[in-house]
């Protein structure tokens, strides 16, 4: 009877055995890209390329949000070089970054707090009273409103009460205004009503409204973008804009989805077997930094194909950032209430 007993006992940890290392193969892309050594290479290859880090799309601003959210060590001295840089272009033009793109303002907040500075008192200027001027912000389109909310919530600023302005913002308005421009698939578009959905444009207003999500209007429109974006999925994982798949539109995803706490493998976002870490890795190039657009594929504008893009490498670096934050239960990619 004890043998049998005994022998039972040994199938059945075979057995368990068995499972357990059949679902060890089952990997993240985590794993299976070894994403940590990426973002050291591409942290290094940034650094390099980019020495002086300045108030800029390019080259600046997403440069030093995605070194300082990667949880790697950045000798300070970098960070401070692009805050001496603020300060210099704020003095120069008395607290002026552009006179009608008003995300710089915002990109930079979004920066500044990233690297643990007050965006409330830079050289003495407070770049949140920007954001206070609901007009200014709104005049870029989408893009305005999209990233004000963005920069508020990173670090939960109050929109400061500016006696000057037209018409004061609040937030509440800028997500009226970003919910009046959802197209009827559900998507959004940089170009306006009459386009198309755009991955990208999509991807990033979710980013803004993934904090809002328990408002039920909110909800309603995230449901139906996060819908769209499944919808409008490749084949290879990926996602193309402007004509091309490129890789920008496929980063733009993964942050949607890592800000809603949705997992970047949901199988809403699995097709033909690829996920969108699948996709993005094919842009990336050894080394450190990632292409526009594949080599021999179909260019849309933008960079040449097949060559390593200093705006691809900026949003290739927070995609990954922002994917592997999430697989380790951090704070996502904008929530920077855990920086000090």
């Given at each position: 009877?004890?043998?049998?007993?005994?022998?039972?006992?040994?199938?059945?940890?075979l057995?368990?055995?068995?499972?357990?290392?059949?679902?060890?193969?089952?990997?993240?892309?985590?794993?299976?890209?070894?994403?940590?050594?990426?973002?050291?290479e591409?942290?290094?290859?940034?650094?390099?390329?980019?020495?002086?880090?300045?108030?800029?799309?390019?080259?600046?601003?997403?440069?030093?949000?995605?070194?300082?959210?990667?949880?790697?060590?950045?000798?300070?001295?970098?960070?401070?070089?692009?805050?001496?840089?603020?300060?210099?272009?704020?003095?120069?033009?008395?607290?002026?970054?552009?006179?009608?793109?008003?995300?710089?303002?915002?990109?930079?907040?979004?920066?500044?707090?990233?690297?643990g500075?007050?965006?409330?008192?830079?050289?003495?200027?407070?770049?949140?009273?920007?954001?206070?001027d609901?007009?200014?912000?709104?005049?870029?389109?989408?893009?305005?409103?999209?990233?004000?909310?963005?920069?508020?919530?990173?670090?939960?600023?109050?929109?400061?009460?500016?006696?000057?302005?037209?018409?004061?913002?609040?937030?509440?308005?800028?997500?009226?205004?970003?919910?009046?421009?959802?197209?009827?698939?559900?998507?959004?578009?940089?170009?306006?009503?009459?386009?198309?959905?755009?991955?990208?444009?999509?991807?990033?207003?979710?980013?803004?409204?993934s904090?809002?999500?328990?408002?039920v209007?909110?909800?309603?429109?995230?449901?139906?973008?996060?819908?769209?974006?499944?919808?409008?999925?490749?084949?290879?994982?990926?996602y193309e804009?402007?004509?091309?798949?490129?890789?920008?539109?496929?980063?733009?995803?993964?942050?949607?989805?890592?800000?809603?706490?949705?997992?970047p493998?949901?199988s809403?976002?699995?097709?033909?077997?690829?996920?969108?870490?699948?996709?993005?890795?094919?842009?990336?190039?050894?080394?450190?930094?990632?292409?526009?657009?594949?080599?021999?594929?179909?260019?849309?504008?933008?960079?040449?194909?097949?060559?390593v893009?200093?705006?691809?490498?900026?949003q290739?670096?927070?995609?990954?950032?922002?994917?592997?934050?999430?697989?380790?239960?951090?704070?996502?990619?904008?929530?920077?209430?855990?920086?000090?």
């Amino acid at each position: 009877m004890k043998n049998k007993v005994k022998n039972l006992w040994r199938i059945t940890f075979l057995i368990i055995l068995s499972f357990s290392l059949i679902s060890c193969t089952v990997t993240t892309s985590s794993t299976d890209y070894n994403i940590e050594e990426k973002i050291v290479e591409t942290a290094k290859f940034m650094q390099e390329t980019i020495p002086d880090p300045t108030v800029s799309s390019i080259g600046g601003d997403w440069t030093i949000m995605s070194l300082a959210r990667a949880d790697i060590e950045i000798h300070k001295d970098y960070f401070e070089n692009y805050y001496d840089n603020v300060v210099s272009i704020l003095e120069e033009n008395q607290g002026i970054l552009h006179e009608r793109k008003y995300t710089e303002y915002s990109r930079a907040i979004l920066a500044l707090t990233a690297i643990g500075k007050d965006p409330s008192d830079v050289a003495g200027y407070n770049l949140l009273e920007k954001l206070a001027d609901y007009e200014k912000v709104i005049f870029q389109g989408i893009n305005g409103p999209t990233f004000a909310l963005l920069a508020l919530d990173s670090k939960n600023y109050e929109i400061p009460l500016v006696p000057e302005v037209k018409i004061q913002a609040t937030r509440e308005m800028y997500i009226d205004n970003i919910l009046e421009r959802q197209l009827p698939d559900g998507g959004f578009s940089i170009a306006g009503d009459d386009a198309p959905a755009d991955p990208d444009m999509t991807g990033m207003v979710l980013q803004a409204l993934s904090k809002y999500k328990d408002m039920v209007k909110v909800k309603d429109a995230i449901d139906k973008a996060v819908e769209c974006l499944s919808k409008l999925q490749l084949e290879d994982g990926g996602y193309e804009s402007w004509g091309a798949a490129n890789s920008e539109s496929v980063v733009q995803v993964i942050m949607a989805l890592t800000e809603l706490g949705i997992d970047p493998n949901d199988s809403r976002f699995v097709k033909s077997e690829k996920t969108l870490i699948d996709n993005l890795m094919t842009f990336y190039v050894d080394g450190g930094g990632f292409m526009h657009i594949r080599e021999g594929e179909k260019e849309n504008g933008g960079a040449q194909a097949g060559l390593v893009d200093p705006m691809a490498t900026d949003q290739g670096m927070y995609g990954i950032v922002g994917y592997q934050r999430y697989m380790n239960n951090m704070n996502s990619f904008y929530n920077m209430t855990d920086v000090n």
